[in-house]
């Protein structure tokens, strides 16, 4: 199984501060990594999948960028609903394996 | 447009086997894989696997031994079972469209293991 560290665990900004969350994958995958927003009771929502691909809607503050085992997504200039957990995921290989997540909180 | 609803026990015994079910509107589950993810707050999120025109599954090796999905596709509907379950399986049970997860997902269902 393909493992995924991500980076930090927790997170304090500003808003409009540049956010930057990392991924590191066990072994040297494809760009078939994904980035997950998860509001409190909500289900995971897809931001960017293929590690640099904007999903429809999603707003242009979300990026994501890496390859090989370094994954990185960063939020441009945080805004106050930005606050909530985030989730890496490959899909490079089965089984299809998440980080740990990232609590994001606005200082 | 496809919306995912899951529903499920709620509360299953210890060595019970828990089913939850994924019920697609919108669209056909037929020429689609569904995947199936977990959630629980000392394992974080985990995909369990997926099942593609009722014939085509893997399963995590996490699960492998006690898990079973399938596909009706007279109810429009994929379902989740899982044997002998302990206090671990404890989770919110999720269906998605897709091999990993993607855009389409369910709110996701509370299942509680518990004597």
């Known amino acids: 199984d393909i493992q995924m560290t991500q980076s930090p665990s927790s997170l304090s900004a500003s808003v409009g501060d540049r956010v930057t969350i990392t991924c590191q994958a066990s072994?040297?995958?494809?760009?078939?990594l994904n980035w997950y927003q998860q509001k409190q009771g909500q289900a995971p929502k897809v931001l960017i999948y293929d590690a640099s691909n904007l999903e429809p809607g999603v707003p242009s503050r979300f990026s994501g960028s890496g390859s090989g085992t370094h994954f990185t997504f960063t939020i441009s200039s945080l805004q106050p609903e930005d606050a909530t957990t985030y989730y890496c995921?490959?899909?490079?290989?089965?089984?299809?394996?998440f980080g740990q997540g990232t609590k994001l909180e606005i200082k | 447009q496809v919306q995912l609803q899951e529903s499920g026990p709620g509360l299953v015994k210890p060595s019970e086997t828990l089913a939850v079910t994924c019920t697609v509107s919108g669209g056909s589950i037929s020429g689609f894989y569904w995947s199936w993810i977990r959630q629980s707050p000392g394992k974080g999120l985990e995909w369990i696997g997926y099942i593609f025109n009722s014939g085509t599954t893997y399963y995590n090796a996490s699960l492998r031994s006690r898990v079973t999905m399938s596909a009706d596709t007279a109810k429009n509907q994929i379902s989740l079972k899982l044997t002998s379950v302990t206090t671990a399986d404890t989770a919110v049970y999720y269906c998605a469209r897709g091999r990993w997860g993607g855009p389409i997902w369910g709110k996701g269902t509370t299942v509680t293991v518990s004597s």
């Open positions: 072994q040297n995958m494809t760009n078939h």
């Open positions: 995921q490959q899909s490079d290989s089965l089984p299809r394996t």
